[in-house]
């Protein structure tokens, strides 16, 4: 369906018809549109533009991704549909694999989505592997990953996650750069760093972010990974409740 220019959600309805592409191709699954719908719900809150909170995050989320000795970009089906060019350029940015990890688990869908981002310029895609993190029984499969990737990975970059994995991940050790649309989500306020924004805007803004900081000395990076995230989402909490009273007058 061609949408004309001129409507006033051209961009979120362009975005939907990446995501249906993403379906009929096989990358994407049926419960992924009904996650990118809960996500739209709240990116009308934000005016459907990166907040200021979400710059701050960016720059929090680059200093700690190129502190990171193993950083992994964790990849599932929305987000390779999404934005597989800026996923491709962070994980060059910073010589980090992409891991392919799913949490509705799936062979033939895990290589689909490997052969779609190679195909937009990624190096390196793990696929799940014989690797576990410890975590809740709930987890099942999809605690799966890879022993040379999330496994040992000490900053994982998790675009559109779910809480309980979050959850096991930092168990683990780990420092979870998230993004996500609701502030309230668990995997927003569990992680290290949450850059509230739509992934369509958040991948190239911290792929942009990235590029700025790189080459910065130790101490300068250290003083931007300093990071309140509780606040900076209570922020952005703020943020769309005035957007939704005002927009109620
Ligand atoms: O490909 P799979 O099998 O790994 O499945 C992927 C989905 C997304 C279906 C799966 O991880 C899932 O069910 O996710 P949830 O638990 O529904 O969480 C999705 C979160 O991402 C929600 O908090 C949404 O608000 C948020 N979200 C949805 N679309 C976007 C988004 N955040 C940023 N950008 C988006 N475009």
């Given at each position: 369906m061609r949408i004309p220019k001129g409507h006033p959600r051209y961009h979120s309805l362009q975005v939907r018809h990446r995501l249906l592409q993403g379906l009929r191709d096989g990358l994407v699954t049926e419960a992924g549109l009904i996650a990118q719908g809960r996500?739209?719900?709240?990116?009308?809150?934000?005016?459907?533009?990166?907040?200021?909170?979400?710059?701050?995050?960016?720059?929090?989320?680059?200093?700690?991704?190129?502190?990171?000795?193993?950083?992994?970009?964790?990849?599932?089906?929305?987000?390779?549909?999404?934005?597989?060019?800026?996923?491709?350029?962070?994980?060059?940015?910073?010589?980090?694999?992409?891991?392919?990890?799913?949490?509705?688990?799936?062979?033939?869908?895990?290589?689909?989505?490997?052969?779609?981002l190679r195909a937009h310029g990624a190096p390196t895609v793990l696929l799940g592997g014989g690797a576990r993190v410890p975590g809740p029984a709930a987890l099942g499969p999809r605690a799966r990953v890879h022993p040379r990737g999330i496994a040992v990975a000490d900053v994982v970059l998790v675009p559109l996650e779910d809480g309980d994995r979050t959850g096991a991940l930092i168990r683990a050790g780990k420092k979870v750069v998230a993004v996500d649309l609701n502030p309230l989500s668990r995997t927003a306020r569990t992680a290290t760093v949450t850059i509230v924004d739509n992934l369509v805007r958040a991948a190239p803004l911290l792929a942009e972010t990235l590029r700025g900081m790189k080459g910065w000395p130790e101490e300068r990076l250290e003083r931007a990974a300093r990071f309140d995230n509780r606040g900076n989402l209570d922020r952005v909490v703020e943020r769309m409740v005035r957007r939704w009273t005002g927009i109620r007058r």
């Open positions: 996500g739209e719900a709240f990116d009308y809150l934000l005016g459907e533009r990166s907040p200021s909170e979400a710059r701050r995050a960016a720059r929090a989320a680059a200093a700690l991704l190129l502190q990171a000795r193993r950083p992994v970009i964790s990849v599932n089906g929305n987000s390779a549909a999404l934005a597989p060019r800026d996923l491709a350029r962070i994980s060059r940015l910073l010589g980090a694999p992409l891991e392919v990890n799913l949490f509705y688990t799936s062979a033939t869908r895990e290589r689909r989505i490997a052969a779609h």
